[in-house]
């Protein structure tokens, strides 16, 4: 079995080789910037690893790998426009960097290169592929829309943030997974098991990213500390603030959510100090463990040796114990 870096090698070679050096240049130059900027490439790295269990020649997966993890880009591209974020990775947004009409467009043709590479794969699973694809491309957009309907909602229960972070993060995890199986000629069965172990990782990696908002260090989780609470997003910890806090620290944390002019280091301050008091974070470490042990407990039902399951099973680790 490879390693994980060895697979993320493979990932960014081929990254390299795809053709980015056109014309109109500031269609191009903002793909090239966002595919540059790196990462650990977590998708197409799951998509090559769950083709490795079941089939040591893994070049058919690359394609597949490769298109996933241009689609993800796409996806930061509109997603920091529609957040107003400033930095991705420690690096200018591609709406900063340029401006917004070049990352809606940039973003577009990401999303087509991404089809464009997927239909290169080989012809037997082809069709297979490309309907989870467009399934899952879909519900990626589901997810962001109950993202942004939220942001507008008094009230949003924990199952439906659940749902949207289901379909926003984890579908996608679960598809470079079941993606790969597929490539690799696995059963539907095994195939369906490593969908639900993405799903089960996806939400758990979410709610850690939830966390590292609030209590993450700055400079190894790559964005601004506190961004959620400054805009009212509607995450795990703030939806279960709002349902444990008594009526007094309630109000306090209303008229934080009410204010428009505000010192942000200060509306962070008073907020992260009420999920203190309620004892939130401890929540949403639960809340990451549960969806940790559900997540093991299908892997280990996966009919390959526990030997062929061990680097799957290191990232999965590295996802959800992450501190970036």
């Known amino acids: 079995m490879r390693t994980q870096k060895e697979l993320l090698d493979l990932i960014n070679i081929a990254l390299e080789q795809v053709d980015l050096d056109k014309k109109p240049t ?27 269990l079941f089939d040591d020649h893994i070049e058919n997966a690359i394609k597949p790998a490769l298109a996933l993890e241009i689609f993800h880009n796409f996806t930061l591209l509109h997603d920091d426009i529609m957040d107003n974020a400033e930095k991705r990775r420690n690096m200018e947004c591609v709406h900063i960097k340029w401006d917004e009409n070049v990352a809606i467009l940039s973003g577009d043709a990401m999303q087509l290169l991404s089809y464009q590479i997927l239909n290169q794969i080989p012809e037997n699973h082809l069709k297979e592929c490309l309907e989870l694809f467009t399934k899952t491309a879909i519900e990626v957009c589901e997810g962001q829309q109950f993202d942004m309907d939220f942001e507008t909602q008094d009230e949003v229960l924990i199952e439906e943030y659940m749902q949207m972070i289901h379909l926003k993060t984890a579908v996608l995890l679960a598809t470079s997974l079941k993606m790969g199986a597929i490539i690799g000629g696995a059963s539907k069965k095994e195939a369906d098991l490593l969908y639900s172990f993405g799903i089960e990782t996806g939400l758990a990696f979410q709610l850690k990213d939830d966390l590292l908002d609030v209590y993450g260090d700055a400079l190894t989780f790559g964005k601004k500390i506190g961004g959620d609470i400054v805009c009212n997003k509607k995450t795990f910890l703030l939806i279960h603030a709002l349902n444990k806090a008594d009526q007094e620290t309630l109000e306090k944390l209303h008229a934080w959510l009410k204010q428009d002019d505000f010192v942000p280091e200060e509306k962070i301050k008073a907020v992260t100090e009420i999920y203190n008091q309620l004892g939130i974070k401890d929540l949403c470490l639960k809340e990451i463990e549960k969806h940790q042990e559900l997540a093991f407990e299908t892997l280990r039902n996966i009919d390959v040796s526990d030997t062929q399951k061990k680097s799957l099973a290191e990232l999965a680790n590295e996802l959800m114990d992450r501190k970036k």
């Open 26 to 52: 500031k269609l191009y130059d903002p793909i090239r910037y966002v595919l540059s900027i790196g990462g650990k490439r977590i998708r197409p790295v799951l998509c090559l690893m769950a083709c490795e």
